[in-house]
């Protein structure tokens, strides 16, 4: 039986998601190196692990040759432009850290011996014509629409892990992350939990697409990471030879989401409605049964309860 990881590369380790998880790391005793370029990351979101003694910051393109002196035990490629203004602006940066990016990051799995962890997205199943989205649905993508360059790289990356995981045996997983918040995430980064919390704060009027009766699902951003270790450290290899769903199954419409917002932060904003993007989703709901079979993993956090920290955060970080 293999021995868990106990040093681990995250890539992208300074963004929303990667700090969070370069801080759950640390907690259970492992060695960190954070390898970001800071296209989309933060080293304010860091700068609190700055002087730990078991991790250390690289201001490194993932999409370049990267060399990494010592052993490495695990390998955990978080870095992508991650939310619809990020890879709608970066395009080709998006499409280069799914495809050279993780074809890097596997090499150096593959050179160290050392487990690896793809964030893939719930973002490969598109539009689903399927609700809740299973890991054996194989998605409704449009590959040449303004969001294919997400959804593709993601695809991409996905293919080229399971490549290496059979080709050259290298021991893999692949987590498809639902819609997820909480502290850190950036003011601007065009997400809904984030655009609504802001616009509340600032008394700006909330914008949603179409009716806003599309749906997403939010998972708190403790229940992801914890779901993540989870499946980086199990021994179920042959279980999780296919990628698995993290995310919370509850379901609502982005309505109900920005009224539930408003009521949270007090505001006396309205609601306007605003055209609906291209291939925009209409549902996306996790099907969380392997989650829950393989990892014993459940979310804990209801809507309401993640979005209280989340919006004093942005308190915090945003003038009224």
């Not at 399927?130 to 040449?144: A, C, K, L, R």
């Not at 293919?159 to 909480?182: C, K, P, Q, S």
Request: hydrophobic share 35%.
């Amino acid at each position: 039986m293999s021995v868990t990881p106990k040093r681990a590369v995250v890539t992208g380790g300074s963004g929303f998601l990667g700090s969070h998880l370069c801080d759950s790391l640390l907690e259970r005793g492992y060695d960190v190196l954070c390898l970001d370029n800071l296209l989309t990351g933060n080293t304010d979101n860091i700068a609190h692990l700055l002087g730990h003694p078991r991790f250390k910051f690289v201001n490194h393109n993932v999409t370049e040759y990267m060399f990494v002196e010592g052993p490495v035990d695990a390998v955990l490629h978080f870095a992508s432009p991650a939310s619809p203004v990020d890879y709608l602006e970066m395009p080709i940066q998006t499409l280069k850290v799914g495809s050279l990016g993780t074809h890097i990051a596997l090499g150096l799995a593959k050179a160290k011996n050392a487990r690896f962890l793809l964030a893939s997205t719930s973002e490969v199943y598109g539009d689903p014509q399927v609700n809740p989205q299973p890991e054996t649905y194989w998605g409704n993508v449009n590959p040449i629409g303004p969001r294919g360059v997400y959804d593709e790289a993601k695809r991409f990356a996905e293919a080229m892990t399971l490549a290496y995981r059979r080709y050259h045996g290298l021991d893999t997983r692949i987590v498809r992350i639902f819609n997820t918040y909480g502290p850190r995430m950036r003011p601007n980064d065009g997400r809904v939990v984030s655009n609504f919390i802001v616009q509340a704060l600032q008394k700006r009027p909330l914008t949603i697409y179409g009716e806003g009766t599309q749906t997403r699902s939010f998972c708190y951003v403790s229940d992801l990471v914890r779901g993540i270790v989870a499946l980086l450290e199990t021994e179920k290899s042959v279980e999780i030879e296919t990628p698995v769903n993290i995310g919370n199954p509850e379901e609502r419409t982005v309505r109900e989401l920005a009224e539930l917002v408003l009521k949270l932060t007090g505001s006396t904003s309205k609601i306007v409605k605003e055209e609906l993007p291209v291939d925009d989703p209409r549902v996306r709901c996790p099907d969380i049964r392997r989650a829950t079979a393989i990892l014993g993993w459940l979310p804990e956090y209801p809507v309401e309860r993640g979005l209280a920290p989340t919006i004093e955060y942005f308190r915090k970080i945003v003038a009224p």
